[in-house]
C-alpha cells in the first residue's frame, strides 16, 4: 500500500496519496507532540543530562514534573499549533513526493526495481522525499522548535508573532537556520525508514505461514512502521541534535532559565563545540523520548496512512 504496486486494482490519484498523508500527519503529532518537547528540551541542555550541579533536565520523568511546575500541563504541547502545521505539510509533501518517484520508477525502470528491489528502490525514493519535503517545510519547524525551547515570559506570543519577530530580526535566513544539518539528516532517515518498511513488510508476509491465524493488515503495518521508524531515528539522531541547536541561534534570550546558551557559526562548528565541551554523549541527548516518539509516530503514520488509502480505494469500488 506504501508505494506505487502495480497489482493494485485501483490506483489512488497523487492528490488521494497526499490527503492520506496530511490525515496521518495530523493524527499522529497530536499524540506524540510531548515527547517531541522533551526531546527538544533535552537536545538543547548545555549541562549533562543527569543528576548534576547547573542541570535543569537529568530524566524523563523529572523533566515532566519539572516542566507541568514550572509552566503548566499545556507546555508539553508548547508549539502544537506550529507542530500541527508541520505534521499536515510534510504528510502531503513527504507521502505524495514518494508515491509520484515510485510510479516513475516502474513506469521508466526495469520492474524488478519495483519487486524483487522493493527496499532498495523505496529507500532511494524515501530519501529523496524526505529532502525535498525539508525544504518545504523547515520555515514551520524552526518556529515550532523555538515555541517548544523558550521558557517564561515567552518571546514569542503568537505564530504570527513569531514570523513577525524572526523576520524583523533575523531576515529570510532565519527561517531556514539549521537546514543543511536537517536535509542530512532526513535525507538518510527517510531513506532508512521507507526502505526497512518495505522490507519488514516482504518479511512479514514470507512468515505468515507461522501465524496461528492471519493478522490483521493494521497490525503488520504498525508493528513494521513502528521497528523501521526506531532504527532509523537511531541511524541519524546526532544530526538531529545538532540541527536542533542551530535552530534556536538568535533565540539565546528565550533560553536564559534554562542554563548555558552557545553560539555557533554553522554545522561543522556545532560538532566541534558540543563535542569538545560535553563529550560524545550530548550527540544523543534526549534519545529516549525520541526513539519512543519515532517509533509511535512511524507505526501510527504507516497504519493511518494506509488505513485512509484502503477507506479511499474501498470509495472507487462501491
Not at 492520506?20 to 549541562?47: C, H, W
Amino acid at each position: 500500500m506504501v508505494g506505487y504496486d502495480p497489482k493494485e486494482v485501483v490506483h489512488l490519484s497523487h492528490v488521494e496519496h497526499a490527503v492520506a498523508g496530511a490525515v496521518s500527519g495530523a493524527a499522529t503529532r497530536t499524540v506524540v507532540q510531548p515527547f517531541d518537547v522533551l526531546k527538544i528540551r533535552f537536545q538543547l541542555q548545555v549541562e549533562p543530562v543527569r543528576a548534576a550541579a547547573g542541570s535543569k533536565y537529568h530524566g524523563m520523568l523529572q523533566a515532566i514534573n519539572c516542566i507541568v511546575r514550572d509552566e503548566g500541563v499545556k507546555a508539553l504541547w508548547k508549539g502544537h499549533i506550529p507542530a500541527q502545521v508541520l505534521s499536515v505539510l510534510y504528510g502531503i509533501s513527504q507521502y505524495g513526493t514518494f508515491e509520484i518517484l515510485t510510479e516513475e520508477v516502474w513506469h521508466y525502470l526495469p520492474a524488478t526495481l519495483t519487486t524483487t528491489y522493493r527496499p532498495l528502490t523505496h529507500s532511494v525514493c524515501g530519501g529523496l522525499s524526505g529532502c525535498i519535503s525539508t525544504v518545504v517545510i523547515h520555515p514551520v519547524d524552526v518556529i515550532r522548535t523555538r515555541f517548544v525551547a523558550q521558557g517564561e515570559p515567552k518571546i514569542y506570543s503568537s505564530l504570527t508573532s513569531a514570523v513577525q519577530t524572526i523576520m524583523r530580526e533575523e531576515g529570510v535566513r532565519g527561517f531556514y537556520r539549521g537546514i543543511l544539518p536537517a536535509a542530512a539528516q532526513i535525507g538518510p532517515q527517510m531513506g532508512f525508514q521507507f526502505g526497512l518498511y518495505a522490507a519488514f513488510i516482504q518479511l512479514w508476509n514470507s512468515s505468515l505461514g507461522l501465524w496461528p491465524t492471519t493478522p490483521p493488515e493494521s497490525l503488520q503495518s504498525l508493528i513494521c512502521g513502528s521497528g523501521s521508524g526506531l532504527i532509523a531515528k537511531l541511524l541519524v539522531y546526532p544530526l538531529d541534535v545538532v540541527k536542533k541547536r542551530l535552530q534556536v541561534q538568535g533565540f539565546e534570550k528565550a533560553r536564559q532559565t534554562f542554563g548555558a546558551v552557545r553560539k555557533y557559526r554553522g554545522l561543522f562548528h556545532c560538532f566541534q563545540v558540543s563535542l569538545r565541551e560535553e563529550g560524545m554523549a550530548c550527540l544523543f541527548k534526549g534519545l529516549g523520548p525520541s526513539l519512543i516518539k519515532a517509533s509511535l509516530v512511524a507505526g501510527a503514520n504507516y497504519c493511518i496512512y494506509e488505513q485512509v488509502c484502503r477507506a479511499l480505494i474501498y470509495r472507487h469500488q462501491r
